[in-house]
């Protein structure tokens, strides 16, 4: 695997606030990077500056080996978090704007095709839902055939199914041999996606590997749940089991073993639930707060 | 420059402008509305007594300046005075060295001052001229069609960039390799492209109306049409240039237009105003947009003629554009 781009040293700093402090990281070609965090990270300032979008106060992007220049337009792909498209221009009428800004283009039928316009070709801008508008963005990002795609929330505001239906487009996308950074602040989405990922808060990276290996370090244990109500009382004192409203959670590294012993004393397994750590769990664990607060 | 991305940018602008029904209605019907209600309030004479040029009035003799309810005008150039009988400004011009006087056929006014002058003067040769009256809808033409350029250019320069800084497009356009250079170009040509556009469509259905006096050359008229708005346009980028914010730019705009409308000469002359109040009018474009077109409408004038204003208005027009490019942000950073 070669590396596509290195993160050097960054800062950026906004008056007194530092947006982004100090750090350093580097993404392999072809994989998904995720960058995850809560809101006002320092997600969207660290893509920018990627992107050449904002120039950083200190540090470096490099892009092979070389420093960020107004040429890598011409080879990346961005769809930002917030953008309005034209109005009064139809979806196709943005298409063929777009595609008049660079060198090299993709075919519109393979761009209509691979995002699924064909069905609102002739719309107007204003008059897109969510998803479609989202997959529009997208396609704007993919029009010059870029070797990276940046994605900055690109699922922030859609329906779980919407949601979901992105997440196909990603693989795709990915299936096509495309770099993707992605910034989110939903989980699920990083697990699903990313090959690896960089947890960010307060502008600082506060841990980054495989979402697998991250799970692995940092939780040993798998969680059991069971209805409160059917457990005995003793029980549940005598093994320091944590109770969570009408459920209790048992941790245990071995589940076989757990539950034979369980069975074994006759505890009520209704309403049995089993569940590894996520990095909903590995966030709160870091930071001691929760990824949404 | 690219010229596919600039000419992309200059169509998807105006294909924007063209669809947005609302704003294309009220460039076209606003100035038409203002100039119907002005020739209503302006149709009536509102003049009892006659005016009479007269050449060298200082050393003329007669007892015919004595008339009561007559104005006497000097005039040293008769060929100045001609154009006013003929635009019916004043209603006869008397020469009396020469013994002649001239009369304007189409003017009734004209006639009965003739008939009064022959009383006592029967022996003074009759020259004859003709001329459409010049009325008050002909003198604000100018203005009014100035002032809905102005509005055009400022508000939809200014406010359509700062609406795309605020909503992101042109953080989206940055990301392409569009150049700022390219997009403000491709901006300011759109609009003038509709500005010249607009304001032909309104002369033009105007004129079947009003049938306006015009004495001078239509390709005149465009030059100093397409310096004025150009310079108007440029003005509206470097008002736009930076901000983000639509109420402050809407300020701005206002700021900048309000004193125009006052003082650019739009509703009236300036003529007798004092002096400091026409030197603040000669630091707006528009002045100088609304003063050459009236001087090539109701005198006249060849380019030549107005090659001050012309020249006023291109400086302005650099300054405004090295400034706006200068100054120009995709997006303000927060």
Same mark, same amino acid.
Request: with cysteine; charged share 20%; hydrophobic share 45%.
């Given at each position: 695997?070669?590396?596509?781009?290195?993160?050097?040293?960054?800062?950026?700093?906004?008056?007194?606030? @530092?947006?982004?402090?100090?750090?350093?990281?580097?993404?392999?070609?072809?994989?998904?990077?995720?960058?995850?965090? /809560?809101?006002?990270?320092?997600?969207?300032?660290?893509?920018?500056?990627? +992107?050449?979008?904002?120039?950083?106060?200190?540090?470096?992007?490099?892009?092979?080996?070389? @420093?960020?220049?107004?040429?890598?337009?011409?080879?990346?792909?961005?769809?930002?978090?917030?953008?309005?498209?034209?109005?009064?221009?139809?979806?196709? +009428? !943005?298409?063929?704007?777009?595609?008049?800004?660079?060198?090299?283009?993709?075919?519109?039928?393979?761009?209509?095709?691979?995002?699924?316009?064909?069905?609102?070709?002739?719309? #107007?801008?204003?008059?897109?839902?969510?998803?479609?508008?989202?997959?529009?963005?997208?396609?704007?990002?993919?029009?010059?055939?870029? +070797?990276?795609?940046?994605?900055?929330? /690109?699922?922030?505001?859609? #329906?779980?199914?919407?949601?979901?239906?992105?997440?196909?487009?990603?693989?795709?996308?990915?299936?096509?041999?495309? !770099?993707?950074?992605?910034? @989110?602040?939903?989980?699920?989405?990083?697990?699903?996606?990313?090959?690896?990922?960089?947890?960010? #808060?307060?502008?600082?990276?506060?841990?980054?590997?495989? /979402?697998?290996?991250?799970?692995?370090?940092?939780?040993?244990?798998?969680?059991?749940?069971?209805?409160?109500?059917?457990?005995?009382?003793?029980?549940?004192?005598?093994?320091?089991?944590?109770?969570?409203?009408?459920?209790?959670?048992?941790?245990?590294?071995?589940?076989?073993?757990?539950?034979?012993?369980?069975?074994?004393?006759?505890?009520?397994?209704?309403?049995?639930?089993?569940?590894?750590?996520?990095?909903?769990?590995?966030?709160?664990?870091? @930071?001691?707060?929760?990824?949404?607060? | 420059?690219?010229?596919?991305?600039?000419?992309?940018?200059?169509?998807?602008?105006?294909?924007?402008?063209?669809?947005?029904?609302?704003?294309?209605?009220?460039?076209?019907?606003?100035?038409?509305?203002?100039?119907?209600?002005?020739?209503?309030?302006?149709?009536?004479?509102?003049?009892?007594?006659?005016?009479?040029?007269?050449?060298?009035?200082?050393?003329?003799?007669?007892?015919?300046?004595? &008339?009561?309810?007559?104005?006497?005008?000097?005039?040293?150039?008769?060929?100045?005075?001609?154009?006013?009988?003929?635009?019916?400004?004043?209603?006869?011009?008397?020469?009396?060295?020469?013994?002649?006087?001239?009369?304007?056929?189409?003017?009734?006014?004209?006639?009965?001052?003739?008939? %009064?002058?022959?009383?006592?003067?029967?022996?003074?040769?009759?020259?004859? &001229?003709?001329?459409?009256?010049?009325?008050?809808?002909?003198?604000?033409?100018?203005?009014?069609?100035?002032?809905?350029?102005?509005?055009?250019?400022?508000?939809?320069?200014?406010?359509?960039?700062?609406?795309?800084?605020?909503?992101?497009?042109?953080?989206?356009?940055?990301?392409?390799?569009?150049?700022?250079?390219?997009?403000?170009?491709?901006?300011?040509?759109?609009?003038?492209?509709?500005?010249?556009?607009?304001?032909?469509?309104?002369?033009?259905?105007?004129?079947?109306?009003?049938?306006?006096?015009?004495?001078?050359?239509?390709?005149?008229?465009?030059?100093?049409?397409?310096?004025?708005?150009?310079?108007?346009?440029?003005?509206?980028?470097?008002?736009?240039?930076?901000?983000?914010?639509?109420?402050?730019?809407?300020?701005?705009?206002?700021? &900048?237009?309000?004193?125009?409308?006052?003082?650019?000469?739009?509703?009236?002359?300036?003529?007798?105003?004092?002096?400091?109040?026409?030197?603040?009018?000669? %630091?707006?474009?528009?002045?100088?947009?609304?003063?050459?077109?009236?001087?090539?409408? &109701?005198?006249?004038?060849?380019?030549?003629?107005?090659?001050?204003?012309?020249?006023?208005?291109?400086?302005?027009?650099?300054?405004?554009?090295?400034?706006?490019?200068?100054?120009?942000?995709?997006?303000?950073?927060?």
């Amino acid at each position: 695997m070669s590396e596509v781009i290195r993160v050097e040293s960054l800062v950026k700093k906004y008056g007194d606030v @530092t947006a982004v402090d100090n750090i350093n990281f580097s993404i392999e070609k072809g994989h998904c990077f995720g960058l995850l965090g /809560p809101n006002g990270a320092g997600k969207t300032t660290t893509i920018e500056i990627m +992107e050449g979008i904002i120039r950083p106060s200190k540090g470096a992007v490099l892009y092979y080996g070389k @420093t960020v220049d107004e040429s890598i337009s011409q080879q990346i792909g961005i769809q930002f978090q917030h953008t309005a498209l034209q109005d009064f221009l139809t979806v196709k +009428e !943005t298409l063929n704007l777009f595609t008049s800004f660079y060198q090299k283009t993709v075919s519109h039928e393979k761009l209509i095709e691979l995002c699924d316009l064909g069905e609102f070709l002739k719309r #107007d801008n204003r008059l897109l839902s969510g998803g479609q508008r989202q997959r529009l963005l997208l396609a704007l990002a993919l029009i010059n055939d870029p +070797e990276i795609v940046f994605l900055d929330e /690109p699922t922030t505001g859609l #329906d779980p199914q919407a949601r979901r239906n992105f997440w196909q487009l990603i693989k795709k996308i990915k299936r096509q041999g495309k !770099t993707v950074i992605l910034t @989110t602040h939903y989980m699920d989405e990083a697990e699903k996606l990313c090959d690896d990922v960089v947890i960010m #808060d307060h502008g600082k990276i506060i841990e980054s590997g495989t /979402p697998k290996a991250l799970l692995s370090k940092h939780f040993t244990d798998v969680y059991i749940y069971l209805a409160s109500e059917h457990v005995d009382k003793k029980m549940i004192d005598k093994h320091g089991w944590k109770v969570e409203g009408e459920r209790i959670e048992v941790a245990t590294k071995n589940v076989e073993k757990t539950l034979s012993f369980l069975i074994d004393n006759k505890v009520s397994l209704q309403g049995l639930h089993v569940q590894s750590a996520n990095l909903d769990d590995l966030f709160l664990k870091l @930071t001691g707060h929760m990824l949404r607060d | 420059m690219n010229v596919k991305r600039f000419l992309a940018v200059v169509k998807a602008r105006n294909l924007e402008f063209f669809r947005d029904k609302s704003s294309l209605g009220w460039n076209l019907i606003f100035p038409i509305l203002m100039l119907v209600g002005l020739s209503f309030v302006f149709s009536g004479e509102g003049r009892s007594a006659y005016k009479v040029g007269v050449i060298d009035l200082p050393s003329v003799q007669s007892s015919f300046i004595e &008339t009561r309810y007559i104005d006497f005008i000097d005039y040293k150039d008769q060929e100045k005075a001609k154009i006013k009988l003929e635009q019916h400004s004043i209603d006869l011009i008397i020469d009396f060295k020469k013994q002649y006087y001239w009369v304007n056929e189409g003017s009734p006014n004209s006639y009965l001052v003739e008939k %009064i002058l022959l009383g006592q003067q029967a022996n003074f040769e009759r020259l004859q &001229t003709h001329g459409k009256k010049i009325r008050y809808v002909d003198w604000v033409l100018p203005g009014i069609l100035g002032m809905n350029m102005m509005f055009s250019c400022l508000f939809g320069v200014g406010y359509v960039i700062v609406r795309y800084r605020k909503n992101s497009v042109l953080k989206r356009l940055k990301a392409t390799p569009l150049s700022a250079f390219e997009f403000v170009s491709a901006q300011l040509v759109s609009r003038l492209f509709i500005v010249m556009l607009m304001s032909s469509v309104v002369y033009t259905g105007c004129n079947f109306l009003f049938d306006f006096y015009m004495l001078g050359s239509y390709f005149d008229l465009l030059i100093i049409g397409l310096a004025g708005a150009f310079s108007l346009i440029t003005l509206g980028l470097l008002v736009a240039c930076r901000s983000k914010s639509e109420e402050l730019v809407g300020g701005l705009l206002n700021v &900048t237009s309000w004193p125009m409308m006052i003082l650019s000469g739009v509703w009236f002359s300036l003529e007798g105003a004092p002096d400091a109040i026409k030197a603040i009018g000669d %630091i707006f474009p528009l002045t100088h947009l609304v003063a050459g077109a009236r001087k090539i409408i &109701t005198e006249g004038a060849t380019l030549s003629e107005i090659s001050y204003h012309l020249w006023v208005l291109v400086v302005m027009s650099a300054i405004f554009l090295a400034l706006g490019s200068y100054l120009f942000s995709w997006n303000t950073e927060r």
